[in-house]
């Protein structure tokens, strides 16, 4: 099993960056891939970006590519999801999941975070 706790979200004006940390506890974080969600206020959970096991491979919604970059120290048991030029259309609510199939559909995620809150001003 993998219980995951994100942090670093908060309130930053358009333009900024945020890094948001998910920190992984048990022995199978190294054994799933890792992904990156969002929900904002009556919308449907999108996908964001996601690596695989050893990092080998990324792949990032095309809403966020060349501003977000998603990473992994499996030695730490942590991800990361570093957000730059960040607009008011990314608030949200950021999860971070774990799967082992990879995947862009949240469904085939096993676990997930409580979440952490993304405000971008204007």
């Known amino acids: 099993q993998v219980q995951l706790v994100e942090s670093g979200g908060g309130l930053v004006q358009a333009g900024g960056s945020l890094r948001l940390s998910c920190a992984a506890s048990g022995r199978l974080f190294s054994k799933h891939h890792l992904g990156w969600f969002r929900q904002a206020p009556g919308k449907e959970r999108e996908f964001v970006a996601a690596i695989t096991r050893n990092s080998g491979t990324t792949y990032s919604a095309d809403s966020v590519k060349g501003r977000f970059t998603i990473s992994r120290e499996n030695a730490q048991n942590t991800g990361y999801l570093q957000m730059n030029s960040l607009k008011p259309e990314d608030t949200a609510v950021y999860y971070c999941?774990?799967?082992?199939?990879?995947?862009?559909?949240?469904?085939?995620?096993?676990?997930w975070g409580q979440g952490t809150q993304v405000t971008v001003s204007s």
């Open positions: 999941a774990a799967a082992t199939t990879w995947s862009t559909e949240p469904r085939s995620y096993d676990y």
